[in-house]
């Protein structure tokens, strides 16, 4: 059965596999890919707030995240 799984890209050039995948179609990868987008965004923001010396915060980032999303068997 395909199944679909997403790839970070960040902007320095790392990656990251989604941990919540595997999805059942290209559809629902796409929506969890721009929700963890969303929450990364969030995350930053708020550790900025706690603490902006240790945690810089550029609103900028977020839109620079690309994905990739592949197919994958199980």
């Not at 923001?45 to 620079?64: F, K, R, T, V």
């Amino acid at each position: 059965m395909t199944k679909y799984k997403v790839i970070f890209t960040f902007p320095n050039g790392s990656t990251e596999e989604d941990d919540d995948g595997p999805y059942d179609s290209i559809e629902e990868a796409n929506d969890a890919a721009l929700q963890w987008i969303s929450d990364y965004d969030t995350g930053g923001e708020i550790l900025n707030m706690s603490n902006p010396g240790d945690y810089p915060y550029d609103p900028d980032e977020a839109e620079q995240i690309d994905f990739d999303i592949i197919e994958i068997e199980e």
